[in-house]
């Protein structure tokens, strides 16, 4: 059986944001199956790392924006802000989509593992997820 299920973010600032609390109070997970996530947005990413020590997220945005700094003079699509471009390559190396196993009724993560929302432009609004379940 699939579930499809249309996920509208709240506003995050800039940063990366454990969603993964999110996910699971709006998602009625089967015993067992297989989550898929789709961010429907360029300028924003989905990935899974460190869910106890804020300082990682912190880290997470300090080597990004070294990685892919603003207003590079070589830059050519500027119409949008100086955050838009960097925010869109940010986009593509994070990538748009996670797949999570379901276990028990449970996301199976790793003790250490949450889900996180990188919002990569100063004012992204509220972004939508695809959540699709196959179990």
């Known amino acids: 059986m699939v579930q499809q299920k249309l996920l509208r973010l709240p506003e995050f600032r800039r940063g990366f944001h454990l969603i993964t609390s999110f996910i699971e109070s709006n998602l009625n997970l089967p015993e067992t199956g297989l989550l898929n996530l789709f961010l429907q947005h360029t300028s924003a990413g989905l990935t899974i790392n460190e869910n106890a020590d804020p300082s990682v997220r912190v880290d997470f945005e300090t080597i ?72």
């Open 64 to 135: 990004m924006n070294n990685a892919v700094p603003e207003n590079l003079p070589e830059y050519t699509h500027t119409l949008e802000g100086s955050d838009d471009m960097p925010s869109h390559v940010k986009s593509s190396l994070i990538g748009c989509s996670l797949s999570i196993p379901i276990t028990n009724g449970e996301l199976n993560l790793g003790t250490w593992q949450g889900i996180y929302f990188c919002e990569f432009r100063n004012f992204g609004g509220h972004r939508n997820l695809v959540a699709t379940i196959y179990s």
